[in-house]
Structures are given as structure tokens and as C-alpha cells.
């Protein structure tokens, strides 16, 4: 589906790899058939552009991935929107104070955040309006449900709606699910092996008897005394008589990298994520990124997500939703508090230089002039 005009909403097929990862399976024996058969060419084609996407509800199962997604959510989420003419703060509008009155400002922008991440666009439904005309309430709406029916008329789950009453926030760039299939894919891979490792306390085994053959009702019973012990509390030891030889396949989880490999899924879940690998726990042995303390890391987060920021504030600055002359920013300085402070010594010199007036600065920090006024 195509959005009318230059904003675009790619043609995206419905996510098919959610209903692929449960498959009816009780055993892991069978979970490893699976896998085995996961890595075919109906999986991995090697074609980019036809591999099934990751669908958010496989994706977010991923540990790094909900951990990044909460990380993003939970900085810039809980920030104030400014509105702004010129650099003087102005009363905020019912919009920017709570988008959707069915729900705080927190939730509404949370879910917007995470269609950005996800899908790389977010879309809502105008839903009022004030006597400007200018939109008062919006409604955000599952990406996946939005269907284009014809001309300007699109289906946003049972509703049919105008293109004219729809708001659309571009990421800039395609979202998580498809960018990272690859990447999720194999961390979903390593997942299932750890789970596999869970619920086998040991790699597979062989049990060779160098006496007397053993009939079919006593094999079976040896193997399911075998492994039913090695299950049990304290099934780490075990016992055979001298006929009997027990022989070790496969790989333990330190011998495939088990450990090794999903961090390394962890560094590139948060590089997808314009994250630092600090940011998940994840840095690599060697790693030499260091922080003076936690405002500088937060500073160096928001330059990360500076994407995800300007996502919102330029299309809530945009015409159709705010009048011209006006802008929308997110009020990042409440986490930034040696920012501040630091600015806040630049102006003093600045005023005591004489090439900033008290009332200049008062501009740049969205204040109203004083006009004369002894500060």
C-alpha cells in the first residue's frame, strides 16, 4: 500500500514468523528437527528482499530487543513537549498535553516510539479538532491494520477513513523487524538452543554394552532409568558396570559458543536499535567505552535517539498540526542537568563578556524577556 503524496507507507506482507516459531512441538528432540529444518531454503534463501520479516511479537522475545525498546521508551517517553515561537516557550495545547485524552501522554508516545522502532513509521487517526481546525486528539493506530482501499479512502481496522484525517510519523529508515530480520532470526535460533540446553541437562549420550545383548523391554528400561536420573536432583552422576560405556555427542553449551554467541546477537540488537552495546550489557571483551558518570551517558544516549526525537518534533512542527511559526521540541534538559548547568556558566561569561544581554539569554532558554529588569 502506497500513502498518497510524497509520505510513504511501504507495502509490507503480514508477519508470518510469529505463527512459525510455536509450532506444536514437546519434545526437544523435535525442537531441533525443527531448527534443523528452519535453516533450509524455505528460511534462509539468501535473498534480502523475499525473507520472511520478524513479526514484533517473535521480535520483542528477544531479551536485548525488549530491554532496547524499554531503554529507548523509558527516556524519551517521560519528557514534556515544548511548543515554541521562536525560542520562547509557549501554553501548550490540548494536543501536545495529551495526544489521545483516552490515555496519559507517557502511553500514547510510548506506542508511537515503538512503531518508529518496530516498523519505521507510526500512523494516527485524527479523531478531533479544534475551532482552527487544527487537530486535537489523535488516535495511534496498529500499523498492520491500516489498508489502503482506493483513491483516498483507507481501512484502519473496521473504520474507513480519508487519507486527510491520517498523521503519519516517518522514521526515516525501515523498522527493526525488517532491517534485523537476519540478526532476530539468529537470535531466536540461539534462544531455542539455550532452551534446548534447559531442558536436556546434558549433551546427548550413548549407551554401549560390551556383554551379553540386552532385550528390547530391558534396553527400554535401562534408558528410561538412564534419563530419568540424569533429570532428577543429583542426576549429575550416575552409575554402570563394567559391560556398560557411556558415550558423550554433541556439544555442551560452552563448546557451540552458546554464551558468546547471543552476546554478540545482544551488541548488533543494539546497534539495529542506534544503541550502545553498554546500554544492554552487552559490550565485547575489549571494550574500551567508559562514562564520567551517568549524565554523561544519558547525554550520549539522546544523541543516539536523536532520529526517534526529531521524528516527533518536526512532525508535530509541521503546518497541518501546529500553526506556522510555532515548533515542537522534547524537553530534554531534566536529564541533562550537567548540560544545563554547563550552559548556564557559558552564559554567565557571555553577560559578563557584554556580547549577551540578560534578555538574549532569557530567549535561548524559552523565557520571556524582562525588558529592562534587573534579574
Not at 192 to 198: K, N, V
Request: aromatic residues 6%; negative net charge; charged residues 25%.
Amino acid at each position: 500500500m502506497k500513502w498518497p503524496g510524497p509520505s510513504a507507507i511501504a507495502a509490507r506482507e503480514p508477519a508470518t514468523f510469529a505463527t512459525t516459531l510455536t509450532p506444536p512441538i514437546s519434545s526437544p528432540a523435535a525442537v531441533a528437527a525443527w531448527l534443523q529444518g528452519w535453516g533450509s531454503d524455505t528460511w534462509d534463501t539468501g535473498d534480502f528482499a523475499t525473507e520472511p520479516v520478524i513479526s514484533r511479537a517473535a521480535a520483542i522475545t528477544v531479551p536485548a530487543v525488549s530491554a532496547g525498546r524499554d531503554l529507548i521508551v523509558g527516556t524519551l517517553a517521560p519528557l514534556e513537549l515544548q511548543l515554541r515561537k521562536g525560542e520562547v516557550n509557549q501554553p501548550l495545547p490540548s494536543l501536545l498535553q495529551r495526544p489521545d485524552p483516552r490515555m496519559t501522554r507517557y502511553e500514547w508516545l510510548a506506542w508511537v516510539l515503538d512503531d518508529l522502532i518496530f516498523e519505521g513509521q507510526s500512523v494516527c487517526l485524527i479523531r478531533a479538532r479544534d475551532f482552527g481546525g487544527f487537530p486535537s486528539a489523535l488516535e495511534r493506530i496498529d500499523p498492520l491494520t491500516l489498508e489502503h482501499v482506493k483513491d483516498d479512502q483507507w481501512r484502519a481496522g473496521d473504520e474507513l477513513v480519508s487519507a486527510s484525517d491520517l498523521i503519519r510519523f516517518g522514521g526515516g529508515s525501515d523498522g527493526v523487524r525488517y532491517s534485523g530480520r537476519r540478526v532476530l532470526r539468529t537470535a531466536l535460533r540461539l534462544e531455542q538452543a539455550a532452551r534446548i540446553d534447559a531442558e536436556t541437562p546434558v549433551p546427548p549420550v550413548v549407551l554401549e554394552n560390551s556383554g551379553p545383548d540386552l532385550t528390547d523391554a530391558q534396553k527400554t528400561s535401562l534408558l528410561d532409568g538412564w534419563r530419568k536420573a540424569r533429570q532428577a536432583t543429583g542426576g549429575g552422576v550416575g552409575y554402570l558396570n563394567q559391560s556398560m560405556k557411556a558415550t558423550t555427542l554433541g556439544w555442551s553449551s560452552a563448546d557451540r559458543q552458546l554464551v558468546e554467541g547471543r552476546r554478540y546477537v545482544a551488541v548488533e540488537v543494539a546497534r539495529l536499535l542506534g544503541l550502545d552495546a553498554s546500554d544492554l550489557d552487552a559490550a565485547m571483551s575489549g571494550s574500551s567505552v567508559t562514562y564520567q558518570n551517568t549524565v554523561s551517558q544519558v547525554r550520549n544516549r539522546l544523541q543516539r535517539l536523536a532520529g526517534y526525537r526529531a521524528a516527533i518534533e518536526q512532525r508535530f512542527s509541521m503546518p497541518d498540526l501546529t500553526p506556522r511559526g510555532y515548533t515542537v521540541r522534547i524537553d530534554t534538559d531534566p536529564i541533562s542537568t550537567d548540560e544545563l548547568a554547563t550552559r548556564y556558566a557559558a552564559y554567565s561569561t557571555a553577560i559578563a563578556a557584554g556580547f549577551l544581554t540578560v534578555d538574549e539569554v532569557r530567549t535561548r532558554e524559552g523565557l520571556d524577556p524582562m525588558k529592562g529588569a534587573k534579574p
